[in-house]
């Protein structure tokens, strides 16, 4: 097995819903609110779904008697077996499967909608996944995809990647220097086959309460380089932390609320595309 520095957190879906707060839920409800209500018969796919925010957010806003059908799948297998522990626990109409959005294995014009929230910058080839959105849509469908365009604790987090691993290496993969912007998520919608797109703009607020806890599993969700963690990185843990705490203690965007609260400001683009 890659080696892994020895205070890491091995995520599991409850560490990525923890590192999220409910902001990825305040901008998902609201991304829900751009389109139709859901209706009797929809298949809706909930692409990259982590765990479960979307499929989360769809059961809890649905009129009483409403009859769906979510097909919740990423490509983390342990977010994979929370999704489907979490819509077990709720009873609700919910498959989960281990796929990549790259390779989405349902049958063309299966889905009446596509939800794949925050996962464009981050899933790798995304003009290969806007392909397999747009085939796997019927026509008429809908998809909506959202990306974070502006957050905070992306710099903090690249702050504490120069600090410990000096300037000249790689990035790690999951905090590039080049943001993906609206612009990108355009282009790759298009280039997936879609022609009708409108992108809206939202400001959410994460609230963090345990700063140093929260570093510790960003750090291990977002820190790690392309060729993966090294013994300098174990060596060096406590101080990418301590820094990662530090550099978010103010700045752009950075504010306390009256709890006490670190409130990190951040922005969100949301697609939505028709086929
Ligand atoms: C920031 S999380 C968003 C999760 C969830 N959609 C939400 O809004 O809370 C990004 C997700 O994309 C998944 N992911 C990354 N690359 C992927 C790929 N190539 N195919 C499918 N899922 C992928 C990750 O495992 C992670 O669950």
Redesign the pocket.
Known sequence: MAFQPKQITHYEASH??EL?GDV??T??KYSLGLIPPFSDGDAIH?????????TTCIMESLAPGTNIHIDA????PQ?VEGCAALAKSHNWPVSTAV????QITFPADHFTHS?????FH????HDT?AKNIYRTLKPGGIAIA?IWVYMPHVEALQHAHWRTRGKDGPMPALLPLEGFQEADLRKSLETGGFIDITCSEKDCFLKIGDMKRWAQLAWSYLGALPSGWSQNDEDKWDEAIADIVEQLKSGDGISKNDKGETVLRMVCIMAVAKK
Do not use: K, P, Y
């Not at 939800?115 to 996962?119: D, G, Q, R, V």
């Open positions: 990525l819903a999220q990825s839920e901008a998902i909930d692409n990259a779904c982590g765990s479960g925010a979307v799948t990423d490509i983390n977010f796929m990549s959005a790259q939800i794949t929230s925050f996962a981050c899933l790798g080839d996944a959202s």
